[in-house]
């Protein structure tokens, strides 16, 4: 089949081909989702790692949706790909800052905006704008103040938090991080609160 036509063709309808056989459709498939994967990479890369490394991370996730998709699942494939991209960089992630032993050195996006950049996150101050005793404008953005909130996140956060906290940071919402943390939306949401509770009577 030539190149214009497989362009022509719906995600799903290039699957059952590469499942029959045809395997240069995995090309064009590959084509239309590496600005995506880029995306992504780019957005958890402030969580650490190397882009390069998370790109490759993000292909190999890409290629597992290929594998595993199942259209009676209801999802549509660019969603299943969406989140099998994120949960491989992601589990990425989290195995190169283990290698690290320095859980807290990828939370550079503190006071950083990113929104303007593509897939962007938003910075921590932003996340926890929304918590009524939290005033942002009450904290000094120095060193002194940095290390204190690297301090209170490893100290009142559980294993879960810090992981909703990483991934809020790159952007997603709870339901998107419900699906990368394979947990409930509405665990997620109790778990946005509790981050925001505690670390706004912490931080003012």
Same mark, same amino acid.
Do not use: I, P
């Given at each position: 089949m030539g190149k214009d036509k497989s362009r022509e063709q719906t995600d799903e309808s290039l699957l =059952?081909?590469?499942r029959g %056989? @045809? &395997?240069?459709v995995l090309d064009e498939l590959f084509g239309r989702y590496k600005d995506m994967v880029r995306i992504k990479a780019k957005s958890m890369f402030i969580l650490g790692g190397d882009n390069d490394d998370l790109i490759q991370e993000g292909m190999i996730g890409l290629l597992k949706a290929v594998r595993d998709y199942d259209a009676s699942q209801g999802a549509s494939f660019h969603s299943f790909a969406e989140l099998c991209?994120? &949960?491989q960089i992601y589990t990425a992630v989290q195995a190169a800052n283990r290698k690290k032993h320095s859980p807290l050195n990828h939370y550079v996006s503190i006071y950083q905006n990113r929104e303007n950049e593509p897939g962007g996150g938003e910075d921590l101050l932003s996340v926890l704008e929304a918590s009524e005793s939290f005033d942002p404008e009450k904290l000094l953005i120095d060193r002194e103040n940095v290390s204190r909130i690297y301090r209170v996140i490893d100290q009142l956060l559980s294993p879960l938090e810090k992981q909703v906290? @990483? =991934?809020? =940071?790159? %952007?997603?919402n709870y339901t998107q991080i419900a699906a990368v943390l394979e947990r409930e939306p509405k665990s997620i949401d109790n778990a946005i609160g509790r981050i925001k509770k505690k670390l706004g009577e912490k931080l003012l």
């Open positions: =059952l081909q590469y %056989g @045809d &395997r240069a991209v994120s &949960r906290l @990483d =991934l809020k =940071l790159t %952007g997603m």
